[in-house]
């Protein structure tokens, strides 16, 4: 079964998702590395660089107090944790993710599925846990490090432009199939999960398509 996922670095649900998705493949006897991630840019105009953090950010969008914003991020922190994940999501610093993202579809290229997914939690972990900027190229410098990546080589590609084309792919795609949000998951092209879904909704999921494709094949 062929499995993937609109996500960007820095949302919380994505990482929750992703978490209850690999949970999933795995109880029904799927690798969870073959879970293949997409770019989506919650805030494609975020800035390189920025003083704010994601807690003043979200009260000012949203018209309401730190206080308030708080108590919603603290309901996120409780779902990460539910999946054994770190969320601090009010300390995360809200840089631009297309960087990152095209050191992602580099690195795709580069290492074996499982040291390629080490890669993507580590970024994860970077904006949600350590509050790095995942704009900074001596952060994402240092997460490919992390993985074995060849320093000059990542330093050349954070430096340039490409892989700029495979990102923009993916957000044309999203945009083509009126994906609204990420995280979004598409099983074998033509079912889709949108949200951070519970894993037993997951899991259900994945079992039905199981059955049905069994079904179709025999």
């Keep these: 079964m062929e499995i993937s996922y609109w996500s960007d ?3 919380p ?7 209850r998705m690999k949970r ?4 029904v006897g799927l690798d969870p590395h073959d879970l293949k991630m997409k770019a989506y840019q919650l805030n494609p105009h975020a800035p390189l660089a920025t003083d704010e953090t994601m807690l003043t950010q979200f009260a000012a969008s949203h018209g309401m107090t730190e206080e308030q914003a708080r108590m919603q991020f603290q309901h996120m922190a409780e779902m990460g944790a539910e999946e054994g994940l770190k969320l601090d999501v009010a300390g995360a610093i809200p840089t631009n993710t297309f960087s990152a993202h095209r050191l992602i579809k580099w690195a795709e290229s580069r290492l074996d599925k499982n040291t390629h997914h080490r890669l993507i939690t580590k970024l994860y972990q ?3 846990e350590e509050h790095a900027s995942i704009a900074d190229t001596a ?3 240092e997460a490919a490090k992390g993985v074995g990546l060849p320093q000059e080589e990542v330093t050349a590609l954070l430096e340039g432009t490409d892989f700029s084309t495979a990102v923009n792919q993916d957000i044309l795609e999203a945009q083509e199939a009126r994906v609204q949000g990420a995280p979004f998951f598409v099983l074998n092209h033509k079912y889709g ?5 519970s894993y037993e909704y997951m899991l259900a999921a994945l079992k039905q398509v ?6 179709n094949k025999k």
């Design 210 to 215: 199981q059955a049905e494709e069994g079904n």
């Design 193 to 197: 999960i949108s949200g951070a879904q």
């Design 9 to 11: 670095i820095a949302c």
């Design 139 to 141: 952060v994402l410098l």
């Design 13 to 19: 649900f994505c990482y929750i998702g992703a978490s």
């Design 126 to 128: 970077l904006y949600f």
């Design 24 to 27: 999933a493949m795995e109880a």
